[in-house]
């Protein structure tokens, strides 16, 4: 699950990669906006580029494992 402070990718859209995390930016996410039986959307800023919201399907979270303590 993808929360504030994670790195992210953004997914490439349709043709042959379609789905698969773009590598070359790397993004940080600033806020979550929940709503009600609504898809989570993100606040993300990628390089030096103002913020954009992003559907939570649209981004892919780096992995790593959290620390659960915290």
Do not use: C
């Not at 402070?5 to 997914?11: A, H, N, P, Q, S």
């Not at 043709?15 to 609504?38: C, F, M």
């Not at 959307?41 to 580029?49: A, K, M, P, R, S």
């Amino acid at each position: 699950m993808i929360e504030p402070g994670d790195i992210v990718y953004l997914k490439f859209k349709g043709g042959l990669k379609n789905g698969v995390p773009n590598t070359s930016r790397l993004g940080l996410v600033i806020k979550e906006l929940k709503e009600k039986g609504a898809i989570s959307q993100f606040h993300v800023q990628f390089d030096q580029e103002n913020p954009k919201w992003y559907w939570q399907h649209d981004l892919h979270r780096i992995g790593g494992e959290r620390n659960k303590n915290d």
